[in-house]
């Protein structure tokens, strides 16, 4: 009989809905693609936040209680990022497997280096992250040490699939090398360049390939551009001959626009996660697109 | 760094001997240093000016007719912005740190400048299976949407009206335990139930009484006296989130105001109470900064029992008693941009039902106050509040019956938080 060959195809469509998947929630876009990159069919990955929105201050919807609730393993930015919105939710899901400090929760912070940490801290500076910038995935090379954290976890989860996590984890870090060369051949021009944020979002990726970074249009961290500090901006901007601005996708743009026309100088909006642009639909496409944008000036 | 008191001698010594690193001595002397244990801590401190157009005396002494258990003499406003001009509202000290593996714990101290008190205290577990959470101790019951939040969450600089008429200034604040269950299903649903004292003496409350004339005497209520179920559901349509729950609170009303003194006029009164209650919260992102959210809550109170009190001739009365009341509020809330946000009010008082061996006591009834605010924080751990407030739900007696007594109050109100960030609930 032919009702014999679509066993295992019936098979398989009840496996995609079996619980033998590993149920895996990350906060940022960025973190579940690469989750999905190296757990492929074998992991369901579901991501809370919004790429085009604030990632400090997260709307923590009663929705994502529910997600929390059935995952397995929960993977957050760390650093602070979430501290805002995301705890509560950790309360409020009575999940023990995703409990801060269990098996079922990973802090990708804890697994790369995190630059600008501050030797004092005080909310006189703004919403100041102890720990240091918590936006480390916008340096290319700390992908693999978060793909590397990201497998070590699933293994550690479902060790009867390790070679296959880690035959994925290889296959992502071999085409990251590969697109990092190119991604190094087009900004080798701009090593040395001087340019002014909006928001201390873009220092992993301004350091990584040689710029230099001259101030930023909010005055601290998290407080909104005022007129003064604008001037003193257009001032530096001036002496220094910066010619960038780099800018998030979601704080306002009116200062930087304002800054850019008055100075000709060029506003770049880029994207600083998955989703945050429509282009940057996964992890190699956001570092394309903060080139394209960049080099198509 | 910071030297512990017992290193101070062996530095001392060091010193004196020049004998061995003193640096690695030093550091050895913090060997016993707890201070990575210290749980996340923070103070809020809330302050305000009022001004409005009644003095402190008469605004004190109004009240909400037949809403409070004897009637007759119900509970003044108070508490927060009480006053013209300045008010020192609180300052709320909170300790959250997680115990072992296995439970958080929680507390809350109220400082005021004549006293401190312990308003919430309890631990919760952390580890248990299928989806439970248990949490024991005193806390704000979850009852409703507005019961569950803590002032400086609050919306507007009051309580809404309905659930101040019902629990009075603290809120539903009880002893007890709370379980907990979230479904494993892809939308949001959690069970809960609560079993507490039920100590709250604007709806509820334990204390037994004995007349000094007549054969009266009910027992206080011993062991757990207030039951309380909760559902609460959410779906996410686009960009908007949906909350919505009931919930149910059942106990006995047990209490005596000065009924058991000799020569006393007050009332006691034994019944039963019943309080349900519905919630939805809508709230609408426009963007990466603004939304738009709606909250509202409507809830119903059913008490059934006698009331004990003396006539004009000292002779024991004991009327039986049936009050039905009800209220709802309705609230619009925009965050326009990073730092103000735009919210106004409408809270009603629908049913005031207050009848004695059925005959009904002409309470007042339809009882609004409408609330308007701008808020403005220059960062999310500073807050200053401009807010309106036209009330008239408040009475004095008269001679036949009950004289409202509407005002109109405008406040400007601080409130500032330093220490460990708060997360923010939805």
Known sequence: MKVWKFIPLLMMCVQSVLPGQLQVVSTYGYIGDIVSRIGKERVEVVTLARGDYNPHVIIPKPSYIAKLRRADLLIINGGQLEIGWLPQIIRQANNGAVQPGGRGFLDLSMHVHLIDVPTGVSRELGDVHPEGNPHFFLDPDNIPAIANAVTARLVELDSDNQAYYEANNKELYALWQQKMKGWEAKLKPFKGEKIVEYHRIFDYFLHRFGFTIVGTIEPLPGIPATTKHIADVEKLIGQEHVKFIFQDVYNPQDASEYIAKRLNVKLLILPHDVGAVKEADNVFSVFDEIVRRLTNV | ?426
């Open chain 2, 1 to 426: 760094m910071k030297l512990k008191h017992t290193s101070i001698p062996m530095v001392l010594l060091l010193f004196l001997f020049h004998s061995g690193p003193l640096r690695a001595q030093a550091n050895e002397g913090s060997a016993f240093d707890q201070s990575k244990f210290v749980p996340d801590i923070a103070f809020i401190l809330d302050v305000s000016g009022v001004a409005r157009d009644m003095n402190d005396q008469k605004y004190t002494s109004l009240s909400i007719p037949g809403f409070s258990y004897p009637f007759l003499n119900p509970p003044s406003p108070s508490g927060l912005n009480a006053h013209r001009g300045m008010n020192f509202n609180y300052g709320e000290m909170s300790l959250y740190s997680v115990v072992d593996p296995y439970f958080d714990l929680f507390a809350v101290l109220g400082l005021a400048p004549d006293g401190a008190g312990l308003e919430e205290a309890y631990f919760s577990t952390r580890k248990l299976p299928y989806g439970f959470k248990v949490k024991a101790g005193r806390f704000l019951a979850s009852f409703g949407r507005v019961n569950e939040q803590h002032e400086h969450y609050w919306d507007f600089a009051n309580r809404p009206l309905i659930a101040t008429a019902l629990f009075g200034e603290e809120g539903l604040k009880e002893t007890g335990v709370q379980a907990t269950w979230v479904a494993p299903t892809s939308y949001f649903f959690v069970f809960g139930a609560e079993v507490l004292n039920g100590e709250n003496g604007q709806s509820f409350g334990t204390s037994g009484f004995t007349a000094h004339a007549g054969n009266v005497s009910i027992a206080p209520v011993q062991g757990p006296n207030l039951y309380i179920g909760f559902i609460r559901s959410s779906v996410d349509i686009g960009d908007a989130s949906i909350l919505f729950g009931l919930s149910n609170a059942m106990g006995k009303t047990r209490n005596d105001q000065g009924f058991t003194t000799p020569g006393g006029t007050a009332a006691a009164i034994d019944a039963n109470t019943n309080i349900i209650d519905g919630e939805m919260t809508v709230k609408y992102s426009l963007d990466a900064i603004r939304f738009i959210s709606f909250q509202g809550e409507y809830m119903r109170r059913a008490t059934d029992g006698t009331e004990y009190a003396y006539d004009a001739f000292n002779a024991l009365s004991e009327p039986s008693l049936d009050k039905h009341h009800s209220g709802l509020y309705a609230q619009v809330l925009a965050k326009i941009d990073e730092v103000w946000e735009i919210g106004a009010r409408y809270d009603l008082l629908l049913q005031n039902d207050v009848s004695m061996n059925s005959v009904d006591q002409r309470m007042p009834s339809d009882l609004p106050r409408y609330s308007a605010m701008i808020e403005y924080n220059p960062t999310e751990f500073s807050r200053f509040r401009l807010q309106f407030d036209r009330d008239e739900s408040l009475f004095m007696p008269a001679s036949g019956g009950w004289l409202r007594q509407p005002y109109t109050q405008v406040l400007l109100q601080a409130n500032l938080t330093i220490g460990a960030h708060g997360a923010h609930a939805f």
